[in-house]
Nanobody
Framework: QARLVESGGGLVQPGGSLRLSCVTS????????VAWFRRAPGKEREGLSC???????YYADSVKGRFTISRDNAKKTLYLQMNRLKPEDTAEYYC???????????????????WGRGTQVTVSS
């Protein structure tokens, strides 16, 4: 069975940085589209960034220029480097995976089949 485990969250001051990891197993990571999402209290899950198996990358406007997605297929691990963090970035962060997505729906949570349980990121002074 597919398993995705996020780590790297924590408390950070505004302007700081965090690097999240998503270690996966149980599916062909190198052939899957993988992505990062977040959910703030009282809000819907928001797609942040997607990495296609061919290396094509997508970013939401809210994080473009601050967050960087990357993948290590040998380690079956997805990363999210988060810089210049803002209080509004506070949320539970999730990784997801799918065997394929419809063009234009790369950041739609409904496109994804497998999910981790999340890691909390809190940005506060």
């Amino acid at each position: 069975q597919a398993r995705l485990v996020e780590s790297g969250g924590g408390l950070v001051q505004p302007g700081g940085s965090l690097r999240l990891s998503c270690v996966t197993s149980g599916f062909l990571f190198e052939h899957y589209v993988v992505a990062w999402f977040r959910r703030a209290p009282g809000k819907e899950r928001e797609g942040l960034s997607c990495s296609h198996d061919d290396g094509n990358l997508y970013y939401a406007d809210s994080v473009k220029g601050r967050f960087t997605i990357s993948r290590d297929n040998a380690k079956k691990t997805l990363y999210l480097q988060m810089n210049r963090l803002k209080p509004e970035d506070t949320a539970e962060y999730y990784c997801g995976a799918t065997s394929g997505v419809i063009n234009g729906y790369e950041l739609d949570p409904d496109s994804y089949d497998y999910w981790g349980r999340g890691t909390q990121v809190t940005v506060s002074s």
